[in-house]
C-alpha cells in the first residue's frame, strides 16, 4: 500500500511539474506534427542564422545597393541640367573628401606597392568611363532601357572573372544570371525590346551604345576592386586613390570638351554633393564584401539596385509598379536568394 501511495504521488506531481513546464519542454506530451513543426521551425531559424553569419558581406552588398538607388535617383534629376562630366568630377571629389577625415583619425599608411598602385589607377580611369558612359545614356534613352542593358553587368563580370580571377561559375550560377537579366528586362520594360522602331533614332543608337560600353567598363572595375580585395587593401585607401584618378580623368575630359558649368540652383549642388556621398558608402560597403565574395555573386546580388529604384520612384515620383514589375522583381529577389543560399549548401558537407 505505501509503494502504491509513493508511485501515486510521484505521478501526480510529475504531472504538476509537467503544467507549469514551458511548452518547448513537454516533449511527452506533444503530438507528433507539433513536434515536427516546431523541429522544422527550430532547424529553419538555426539555417537563417548561419546563413546571416557566412554571408554577412551579401548584406554589405545590399545596403550598396540602397545607396546607389538614392544616387541614381538623384543623377536622374541632375541631368537635366549639369553634363555628366561635371557630375563625374564633382562626385569623385566629393568620395575623395570623405576619405580624408577617416585616414587621419585611424592613421592609415598612405604608401601602397607599386603593383597595387597600378590596379588602383587602373580602377579610377575605368570608373570614370564607366561612370560618364552609363549617366550619358540615362540622358540619351529611357531610364528602363538603360537599367535593362546595364542589368547585363553580371554576364561581363563572369565572362571577366573566369578569364582574370579562374573564377568559373556554376550552373545555379548561371541560372541565377539569367533569372536576374530576365528580372530587370520585366522591371525596366526597355523600348528596345518591346518596340521595334525605337532602336531606329540616332540618339537611341548612341545611347544603346554608351550603356553597353559604360556596363563593360564598370564589370571591368569590378575585377579590378576584387583584385584589391584579395590583397586585403584597406578600403579608405583604395577609395581615396581611384577617386583621386577618376575625378583627375574626368576634369581633364570636362576642360577638353569645354563641359564646365556653374549650377544656380541650391537643390542642384545638393544632389551633386550628395551624389558622392552615397557614392563613397556605397564604394566602402562593396570593398568590404569583395574580400570574401566572388564578383559574379556580388554582381548579381547587386542588381538589387533596380528594385529599390522602383521603390523609390513609387514614393518619391509617384509611378505605380504593373504587374511587369511584380514579375520582374520575383525574378532579381530569386536570383538574389539562390546566390546568398549557395555558400550554404556547399559547405554544409564540409563541415560535417
Known sequence: MENNNHSANDLSMTERQDEKAPLWKKEKTRGPRLQAMINALCKCWHHTLELIVERKSLLLVLLSTIFYAFRNLGAKVITETVDPMEIAVIERTTMMLCCIPVILFRRYSMKVPARIFAILTATGFVNCLSMILVILSFKLINVGDANAIVASK??????????????VPTLLDLGAGVACILGIIFLSKPTIIFDGHALYHDDNLYGVISAVCGTGFAALAAIFKRVLGIKQVQPQIAIF???MVSAFTSCILCTFFQRWTLPESTKIRFFLVGSGVLGYLANVCLMIALWTEKTFHVAIVGSATVIFMFTLQYIFLHVAPDMYSLVGSFFVLASTITIAMRKTEVTEPVSD
Open 154 to 167: 553580371p554576364v561581363f563580370v563572369g565572362f571577366l572573372g573566369w578569364i582574370f580571377l579562374k573564377e
Open 241 to 243: 586613390y581611384f577617386s
